[in-house]
Structure formats: structure tokens, C-alpha cells
């Protein structure tokens, strides 16, 4: 059970993970709290992007792999046989760490997903539209340029509209991997206040992309260290006492 005495959005039990023989995850066991942000943080090659991946089972395209262990989403094994991959990955929406507006204006964008499950009505679409561009905290910058293409829009801008398109299939989860790394101070802190106010309504799992960025989001921690979790707890202890040494010296800049 989580701290508030509710059961875990997403449970990750003793998973380990290997591509072509090589370890990527040992014996990883983390409960990932529902309407929080998780912050998976660590240095380069700790693992954080491939148990990000995991959650809504996209290293399934990669061949030689092997996995054991338990993802479970509501208490139910996302690995088990016969999981709908599509419905899943409508659950759990993910934005990477570079931008990729589809080609098309910013309506067409936001509404592809929709669309595509067969959404028709033209005052749901609508609806959709702005609440997807609402939460994503981008609606008053772009409710004038709704027909432009979404190639004109900022980098800052382009990824926030990168979330709304996720948000616009009513996801429960969201993973975001660095998705600030190559954006400015300022689009960082527009798209940090976004997630501060999704949190009211989604599970969010973030790799962050400094340390610091961490500490400012994360209502739980997670230090992830060579494909081994070394300690989790609420960020507001963790980045000020860490129990492990190790997530000490790196916190500090000691190693990392």
C-alpha cells in the first residue's frame, strides 16, 4: 500500500531486464503512487528510460530481450498473456524527450488520437481540443493558431502540445522521458507548472533531466543506479537525507 494507505497506481515487482544478454534492471521493486509525480532520476545508464519503456510495454519492439518479474497497473499484470497493447497504450500516453508534432496544424494534432478511435462529433472533438490544450498549459498561447501548422510553434510550445496530444486520449498514465532537455529556462518552468497542475488528475512518472529539476518536481523519488533502484521515498526527505551513500554523492555532485 502507498503512504496515504491506497494501493499503487503502477507496482513494479523484483523486475529485471536484459538486452542481448547485457543487465539492464536487477531485481527492481517500486510502487509508483496514483495522481503524484515519481521522479526515476541517476546518472546516464542506471536504467531509468528502459523501466520508463517498460510501463507501457514499448521495448516490446526491441528484439533480444528478456524480462522477468511483475508490472502490475491497477493490480493487473500488464505482461500477462493476452494484454491489449493498443487499449494500454491508450492508459499510459508517453512524450520523449524531443518533440515530434505530427504533420498538420495544431488541431490536427491534438485530435489525431481521437479521431483515429473513432470520435466524430464535432462539439466533443471541440471539447477535447481545449481541455487537452487546458491541462497542457498551452491553450492561451495557441487558441488564436489552432489552424496554422504545428511546425510554427516554439520548441517549449511544441512539446507541451506533444502532451496535450497524449492527454486528448484521456490517459490515466503519463510517462515523460527529459522532456525539457532542449528547452530554454522559461519553456522548462511552463511545461514543470503543467505537470504540477496534471498531478490533480494523472499518475505521472518523469526522467528528469538534472538533478535539480528533480528536487523541484517530484513527490517521490526514485534513485536509480547501474539497472539497481537504491532508495525511494517522498522527495521533500530524500533530496535533503538520503539514507544511501550513493544517492548522497551523487546528489552532491560527488560522482554522476
Same mark, same amino acid.
Given at each position: ?89 491508450? #492508459? ?38 481545449? #481541455? ?67 498531478? #490533480? ?44 551513500? #550513493? ?10
Amino acid at each position: 500500500m502507498s503512504d496515504q494507505g491506497r494501493p499503487p497506481k503502477i507496482r513494479i515487482e523484483n523486475v529485471s531486464y536484459s538486452y542481448d544478454g547485457k543487465l539492464a534492471l536487477r531485481n527492481v521493486t517500486l510502487d509508483i503512487p496514483a495522481r503524484a509525480i515519481t521522479v526515476l532520476f541517476g546518472p546516464a545508464g542506471g536504467g531509468k528510460t528502459t523501466l520508463l519503456r517498460l510501463i507501457n510495454r514499448l521495448n516490446d519492439l526491441i528484439e533480444g530481450t528478456q524480462m522477468s518479474g511483475r508490472v502490475l497497473l491497477d493490480g493487473e499484470d500488464i505482461y500477462a498473456p493476452g494484454t491489449d497493447l493498443v487499449e494500454l497504450r491508450r #492508459r499510459v500516453g508517453m512524450v520523449f524527450a524531443l518533440p515530434l508534432p505530427l504533420p498538420g496544424t495544431v488541431r490536427e494534432n491534438v485530435l489525431y488520437g481521437p479521431k483515429l478511435a473513432g470520435v466524430r462529433d464535432r462539439t466533443r472533438l471541440d471539447e477535447i481540443l481545449y #481541455r487537452s490544450l487546458q491541462q497542457a498549459a498551452l491553450w492561451d498561447e495557441v487558441k488564436d493558431r489552432l489552424d496554422d501548422p504545428a511546425s510554427t510553434l516554439s520548441g517549449g510550445q511544441q512539446q507541451r502540445l506533444c502532451i496535450a496530444r497524449s492527454l486528448a486520449l484521456e490517459p490515466e498514465v503519463l510517462l515523460l522521458d527529459e522532456p525539457t532537455s532542449g528547452l530554454d529556462p522559461i519553456s522548462t518552468g511552463k511545461v514543470e507548472e503543467s505537470l504540477f497542475n496534471l498531478k #490533480r488528475n494523472y499518475t505521472i512518472v518523469i526522467v528528469p533531466h538534472s538533478i535539480q529539476q528533480a528536487a523541484r518536481v517530484a513527490d517521490v523519488a526514485a534513485f536509480m543506479l547501474m539497472g539497481e533502484l537504491v532508495e525511494c521515498g517522498p522527495g521533500s526527505a530524500l533530496f535533503v537525507r538520503p539514507r544511501d551513500r #550513493r544517492t548522497e554523492d551523487y546528489i552532491t555532485g560527488r560522482f554522476g
